[in-house]
């Protein structure tokens, strides 16, 4: 079975611009969840997507958006770019219909702002 | 306030047994979650608990007790592989969603 893959793993961009990430979970997933890592504040979640809706949010601003495709697959957005955007951006799929269990985590998306 | 508190760092002998404790402050408490995550890599899950007690699962134990906000991970025959960062992180429902809150880790450096 596949794991969760990211596209791109590396992304460079300058402040002021958008990004797109995208996120497959491994197949038969529904949950996927996104979070930010960055040495100073550590793993941090963004949000969640089951069916193609938001289920849950953490505290992020509105610059952070997410959503879900029928197939599963997700994309998170950042719009206006800051340089505190520079973070490893991880995606997490679960079969679980509440994500109580085991998640698996993508590679990441390495967003350096410039 | 949610926080989560663990130790930054901690040192231990291949073959020793070696505890990381937890500590959480959540008034909407809905599972605690251990990861591993090696320099580089992305976190992998290592256990669940959402009741009061031990989970076994090989080498790797957690125990939670839910009045203490207490969790700790055991580690025991410690091998090379196992330095890593070990993540606490709790699901917690207090504003009507469920978050996902992460410690900052346990880095756990295994010596020869």
């Known amino acids: 079975k596949a794991g969760v893959t990211q596209t791109p793993r590396y992304l460079i961009k300058t402040r002021g611009q958008q990004v797109t990430l995208s996120c497959s979970p491994i197949?038969?997933?529904?949950?996927v969840s996104w979070y930010q890592q960055t040495p100073g504040q550590g793993l941090q979640f963004l949000f969640e997507y089951f069916s193609e809706t938001q289920r849950n949010k953490g505290n992020f601003p509105g610059r952070f958006s997410g959503r879900q495709f029928s197939n599963s697959r997700s994309e998170m957005n950042v719009s206006t770019l800051e340089l505190g955007d520079s973070a490893l951006y991880l995606c997490?799929?679960?079969?679980?219909?509440?994500?109580?269990?085991?998640?698996?985590f993508g590679p990441g998306t390495r967003l350096t702002v410039l | 306030g949610q926080n989560i508190d663990q130790p930054t760092e901690m040192t231990a002998t291949e073959g020793a047994i070696v505890q990381i404790n937890c500590t959480y402050q959540t008034s909407g408490f809905n599972g605690l979650f251990w990861y591993q995550q090696h320099a580089g890599e992305a976190p992998t899950f290592l256990s669940y608990?959402?009741?009061?007690g031990l989970e076994e699962k090989g080498r790797f134990s957690s125990f939670l007790s839910r009045s203490k906000g207490y969790s700790y991970l055991l580690l025991k025959e410690l091998q090379m592989k196992d330095s890593a960062s070990y993540l606490c992180a709790v699901r917690d429902g207090t504003s009507g969603t469920y978050k996902y809150i992460f410690g900052t880790g346990t880095r756990l450096k295994v010596l020869a």
């Open positions: 997490a799929s679960s079969s679980d219909i509440w994500g109580m269990n085991e998640q698996f």
């Open positions: 197949s038969g997933h529904r949950s």
């Open positions: 608990n959402v009741l009061d």
